[in-house]
């Protein structure tokens, strides 16, 4: 059992309105934006997307970090 997905609402939130959203068996994680991030889930737990779609469309958190360290 457990819960399958995990938001995590930080300090970036506030600046970007993005959240994070950690898969519970590959432990990857994605940031997009609160309302994608909704839809997103709802289509997960529905079965209309995969996760594998979703690490496709959207960076993960690394990619998101190692950008962040660029600028």
Known sequence: LGTPFAITVD???AKDD????RERDT???IRASIDEVVDLVKN???GNTTWD???SKYPSV????AAADEE
């Open 53 to 55: 779609d979703a690490l």
């Open 44 to 46: 997960l737990v529905l």
């Open 11 to 13: 300090f970036d939130t």
């Open 27 to 29: 432990t990857k994680q």
């Open 62 to 65: 690394n990619d998101t970090a």
């Open 18 to 21: 993005t959240v994070t959203l």
